[in-house]
T-cell receptor, first 113, second 116 residues
Framework: GDSVTQMEGPVTLSEEAFLTINCTYT??????LFWYVQYPGEGLQLLLK?????DKGSNKGFEATYRKETTSFHLEKGSVQVSDSAVYFC????????????FGRGTSLIVHP | GAGVSQTPSNKVTEKGKYVELRCDPI?????LYWYRQSLGQGPEFLIY????????DSGLPNDRFFAVRPEGSVSTLKIQRTERGDSAVYLC??????????????FGPGTRLTVL
């Protein structure tokens, strides 16, 4: 079945550092790929998505590129802020039918001033 | 409404009791999903509604779990004879063919269920 593997956290960075959170996936078809973010005390929010190979999703300074050849969708940000501290979830879903996503385990990001 | 809402935000119950968790999706969203999130894990799919009908309930762990959406809007997740292993955050999400697309789900804040 489909699966998503994320790097384990927590990832601890200083403000303005470069961020990478790795995500790889296994899927039988051509899924859509997502990054969701969960800020402390809040629900999951969609951060960005990409629906086909080589697409780049971007939002709030975060980017991720759909790499079919390496089955990856790594999340990057050039300069993190304290307010980016949250748990980040990589996910995939089939593009037809139910769109039920499969989530990774989440990676906690802690940004220090 | 402005977003997906879930009630209660917290529920503490005793082993063996029955609980109901409610989800109010975004107005007009036809698809509704329930997930369970254990500590340190990503959300796990439970059941998916398209309108009033359960289109996919393959994620329900056993027959103690049941969900309804009688009018195609509000949904209730029902858990009978609760067990300590049912303790988790239960998330609801909704989506619509328009807007961000059917694959873009909007999540509620969740209900934290604790079974003592």
């Amino acid at each position: 079945g489909d699966s998503v593997t994320q790097m384990e956290g927590p990832v601890t960075l200083s403000e303005e550092a470069f961020l990478t959170i790795n995500c790889t996936y296994t899927a039988t078809g051509y899924p859509s790929l997502f990054w969701y973010v969960q800020y402390p005390g809040e629900g999951l929010q969609l951060l960005l998505k990409a629906t086909k190979a080589d697409d780049k999703g971007s939002n709030k300074g975060f980017e991720a590129t759909y790499r079919k050849e390496t089955t990856s969708f790594h999340l990057e940000k050039g300069s993190v802020q304290v307010s980016d501290s949250a748990v980040y979830f990589c996910a995939l879903s089939d593009q037809g039918g139910s769109y039920i996503p499969t989530f990774g385990r989440g990676t906690s990001l802690i940004v220090h001033p | 409404g402005a977003g997906v809402s879930q009630t209660p935000s917290n529920k503490v119950t005793e082993k063996g009791k029955y609980v109901e968790l409610r989800c109010d999706p975004i107005s007009g969203h036809t698809a509704l999903y329930w997930y369970r999130q254990s500590l340190g894990q990503g959300p796990e799919f439970l059941i998916y509604f398209q309108g009033t009908g359960a289109a996919d309930d393959s994620g329900l762990p056993n027959d103690r779990f049941f969900a309804v959406r009688p009018e195609g809007s509000v949904s209730t997740l029902k858990i009978q004879r609760t067990e300590r292993g049912d303790s988790a955050v239960y998330l609801c999400a909704s989506s619509s063919p328009g807007g961000g697309g059917p694959d873009t789900q909007y999540f509620g804040p969740g209900t934290r269920l604790t079974v003592l």
